[in-house]
């Protein structure tokens, strides 16, 4: 019964850890592909610009970014937020961050189609909205499933980070119950909550790249 107790206890942190998960996931998903566009601009400012962001994205540490997503507007414009920012800031940040990885991610994929495919594509008239939506995408979403995996994998870990801006996620929550309890046991339950929510995860993306996997 104090096991069902503990879980009970717990069930806020789980849902406020899958919530975050996911939205980071609806919003870094589709922005690391603008961003990846951006990265391979052929105006040179532009990739520049790009290529300078992700640097600072993927050079500076997650906790960090958290902060400036935060406090940013109120020291930089002076604007001031109400208290339901706080879940927004954690959101944005994540995303932005993880929008960064993605974005690199998908560019080595597009990267390595064959530029022979875009000639072929244009020689039957394709535009190159076309050539990209029908020829390039498809091939993209299957080689870069693997390294996408490992950040999804990665991001389950990194939603214990959104306690810097005090949002009550599953690792956070256990650590004030075990504190409360004096019992390493919440702290446990997390582990093995990450555990299996990460099992999930790796297996959900097995068949999905399974699926894709036209030529076997």
Do not use: C, H, W
């Amino acid at each position: 019964m104090d096991f069902i107790n503990l879980l009970a206890q717990l069930a806020e942190g789980m849902g406020n850890t899958l919530l975050l998960f996911v939205l980071t996931l609806v919003f870094s998903l589709p922005l690391g592909l603008l961003v990846a566009f951006g990265r391979m601009s052929n105006f040179k400012p532009v990739q520049l610009l790009f290529k300078f962001i992700i640097a600072i994205l993927r050079g500076t540490p997650l906790m960090l970014q958290l902060l400036v997503v935060f406090f940013g507007p109120y020291y930089i414009f002076g604007v001031s937020l109400s208290a339901s920012y706080r879940f927004i800031a954690v959101v944005l940040g994540f995303s932005i961050n993880y929008a960064a990885y993605f974005a690199e991610i998908y560019r080595s994929g597009i990267e390595s189609i064959p530029m022979g495919q875009r000639e072929a594509a244009q020689v039957l008239g394709y535009s190159r909205a076309q050539t990209f939506v029908k020829i390039i995408l498809p091939q993209m979403v299957k080689r870069v499933l693997p390294p996408v995996t490992n950040e999804v994998i990665t991001l389950v870990k990194d939603t214990s980070l959104a306690f810097v801006l005090v949002y009550t996620e599953m690792f956070t929550l256990a650590k004030q119950i075990a504190a409360a309890r004096t019992s390493v046991m919440p702290l446990f339950v997390a582990g093995v909550f990450y555990f299996v929510f990460n099992a999930v995860v790796a297996v959900v993306m097995e068949r999905v790249e399974r699926s894709l996997a036209y030529y076997n």
